[in-house]
């Protein structure tokens, strides 16, 4: 056969080969490759949009791992620091370079903590604004309340604290904390039967230790 002629093996072949695409090496159902041809533009965009945000999760994934990393252990280098001049200033650091981490929130409530020894109304400022941000369901949520009673009771605001405390007493495994803490200040106040009243409902809660049962109910019988 003439190796010119348009049947020649040769000729076919390449013909073949120049008409073929990968779409067609793929072997899909004709109706799928029409619909890939007809919306070639549009499945293109689609594609580079499904591929940029995978991008840009995984970017944002790895910051936030990193700054959650790095905040973490800045807060431990600061609870580890001995002078305390150099503690808060490695707190404060934790604040404003890493705001939004938790580490960020726990390096205000350690402030908090230490504030309470000579600056009462700084601290429960802090811990106010911490706690008014915050959702009831947050673990930290609870902390805060008893701190901000204690901090109101440091500060010789006695009726203050009992609202926190009395606040912490309607969340599930906190009752009997709460309760002792109220029964104390009604104690000190002299209101001998609101004291008798709250040491009665905090042995009556399950997550009291036998050991403090046995001294309430012994005060309790002095009472």
Known sequence: MNEHSAFSKRHIEEVTQAKRTLLDELNFPPAVTAFIRKNSRTLQIIAICVFTGICLWSFFDYYTTKQKNDSAALLSRAMAESDEASRQQLLKQVQVEYSGTGAAVWSQVVSAHEMMKSDHDQ??????????????????????????????EMNKKPDQALGYYQKLSEIKGFAAVSFLAMGRIYEQKNEQQKAKEMYEKAIAQPELPSTVKSRIEDKLSRL
């Open 123 to 152: 601290a429960i400022s802090i811990l106010k604004s911490l706690a008014d941000g915050m959702s009831s369901s947050n673990p930290l949520f609870p902390l805060l309340q008893f701190d901000l009673g204690q901090a109101h």
